[in-house]
């Protein structure tokens, strides 16, 4: 039996999980100053309660920067330079912890989930875009945290929107949520359209759906880059399937499509054939991967 | 003790590895018809002479695309479809093969010969633009083979120009070195050049180390495509050290000084500080490197 938690910045989900599946799931709030106590003392209540003898390991889904372990920072909390295997070594002596940032773990937790290949990418799309790549099993980290950081791929040069890393033409200032409404204020007196003066990145793929023009070609573009990221992916990672998630992507099979569509045309021929999906899991990804990371070395 | 075999176009490297040193070498010709049955009597022959007991196994770097030992296609010697595993079991029954492409195998004997990190990539710039992927002492292979292609990276819509792949805009066509003579003739009437109406991708690297506006701009231009695209190996593969070989590299100082300058500004923060080396192994690297690949799974 092995713990999933998936700390957010207002709640802390936290999953039991066994052979890959939730078998349990709670949540608790995310308070800053005490959340590593708060999640310990309600993992004791839990193992006490249920009388459980022996766990596998805690594996954390945690929202910003992680290198082996070592939380450098996650700014929507304001938690800064924790070791984070000391600190859950005080409550939880000997028992293996292992923690990687979110994008990472939501990947994992989406190919342990399909249970279907073992190289997968996720990219997210949500108020930023992150990405989780997970090869042979297990998630790739990079040397300085930065493996899946796809959201600063500067690909969008046509543009070159300015970007909060400080860079230029990153995938995120065009295919986030609020790069889904930058591109659209952007070619607003271009296009007919339905839009009002103020709309969400939602009112942007539902106004698609009904062949707004604007609203089409702004999906069109969001879809183009999207695809150029995963066409870039094929061609350092490599894996099998990419599964698109995040808020942006319950748009569904307009963007999922329009994603295809474009990947054909910019895809190295020896990578043509991958899968591209929309994510299912959603909510549970996160705790089912921070699970899947407490994997043995046997592998 | 294990071989590492570098077949090339007209030879074939083989050397004999010990504690990732090379301790013999020798080349036999590239004969399409027996290739394998001739690397095989050698590789007896040699082990009859030395009286050798045991061998670790055989690693092989390949001019072309293998997956899981099987090789697809060798474009330059004019070989096809071949079970390596099986090929080689005819003549060492049991013992250890392991094949890549020559870049990956590459990557991993500049890797084994500076045995500082784990983590590399080595970017080869020759004829075309290739790459291989060191993550934790093994190389990355990927699933359809095309982890490092970064060559394919089309990420020159600048120029936009054709690549033999199919697509535009490839690294392939402004860094290698046709590419850099492309340039250098695309850019040809827009600055004082001493540059006469043929030449090499040498010439222009040395005309740059004599000032010449023409070949100091499209060093320029190069670096900064190069620097580009370890750019987004950062955010993707994200390793210590990118080694940069092949015949263009030889250019030296010039062009790892330029694509340093370039990588500062183009880089996520996170991973700036990462070492840009020319590679130094040069004509050892793959044979290095192929028997490198010869590693049990106790990692």
Known sequence: MKFGIDVGG??????VVEAN?????????TIKETLFEDISSFLKDYISKNSIQNIEGIGFGLPGNVVN??????????IK????????????????????????????????YHNEY????????????????????????????????????CIAGEYNFSCACGLKGCLETVASATGVVRLAKYHYKEYETK???EFTA??????????????LFVVDKVAYYIAKCISILGITVDVDVYYIGGGVSKAGDILIDAIKKHYKTL?????????????????????????????????
């Open 10 to 15: 207002t709640t802390v989900k936290i999953g």
């Open 21 to 29: 599946r939730i078998i349990d799931k709670y949540e608790i709030p």
């Open 69 to 78: 372990n070592y939380i450098y920072n996650l700014p929507n909390i304001g």
């Open 81 to 112: 330079d924790i070791d984070l295997t000391k600190e859950m070594d005080k409550h939880f002596p000997g028992v293996l912890v292992i923690a990687q940032n979110d994008a990472n773990v939501a990947a994992l937790g989406e190919m342990l």
């Open 118 to 153: 073992k190289n997968a990418c996720m990219i997210t799309l949500g108020t930023g875009v992150g990405c989780g790549i997970v090869l042979n099993g297990k998630v790739l980290e990079g040397v300085h945290g930065a493996a899946g950081e796809v959201g600063h791929m």
């Open 195 to 197: 839009l009002a003066s």
């Open 202 to 215: 939602k009112d942007v793929f539902d106004l698609a759906k009904q062949k707004d023009p604007l609203c």
């Open 267 to 299: 895809a190295l021929f020896a990578v043509k054939n991958v899968k591209i999906e929309q994510a299912t899991l959603l909510n549970d990804a996160g705790m089912l991967g921070a699970a899947g990371l407490i994997i043995k070395d046997e592998q």
